[in-house]
């Protein structure tokens, strides 16, 4: 297996490259998917925010009420402190099981984690390879405006919540420059899947 780590700040343009490696034959994990999974009722992880955070941030019918969940972490440190340290673990525990159950399934597999939080949370899984995609906060900011519908205001505080794209760059070791066309960056994430097969050959 050939795992690749791929992080970006928020309308960086992730889901675009990983779409891409997607349809050249990748595996496509989403980190955001498996932590809603991880809080789906029944789960340890959701018994331990409500013994945490209390029953109000639960819907009537007993899912996670992430709105409400989110207001109580949003400016508070050692809250936000408090969930991760229940969501992280429980998404690196599935997250690792998946690595294996698609290494059993093909051993050449290349698996794609896209994993938005991959500095902020630490993630530590063993990588071939960390992408970053990058485009500047101005390029971030209209996305998030005309693209998603945020006021101004809202989209600033989103990308102003995620850590500094200079400490992604730290720890890239592919860097997709998304500031420019569609094409320019479908051919770099094209360039990148070429390498990796190249990569992977080397390897055999």
Known sequence: MYLIGLTGGIASGKSTVARRLYEHGAVHIDADHLARRVVEPGTPALAAIVDRFGSGVLHPDGTLDRAKLGELVFNDDESRADLNAIVHPAVR???GRLFAKAEEADPDAIVVYDVPL???ASVDHPFDLIVVTS?????QLRRLVEERGLDPMQAAARVDAQVANTER????DVVIDTDGSLAHTMSQA????FRILDERAARA
């Open 93 to 95: 525990e599935l997250s």
């Open 118 to 120: 991959l500095v902020e």
């Open 135 to 139: 485009a500047p906060r101005r390029t």
């Open 169 to 172: 760059l730290a720890v890239a």
């Open 190 to 193: 094209d360039a990148l899947w």
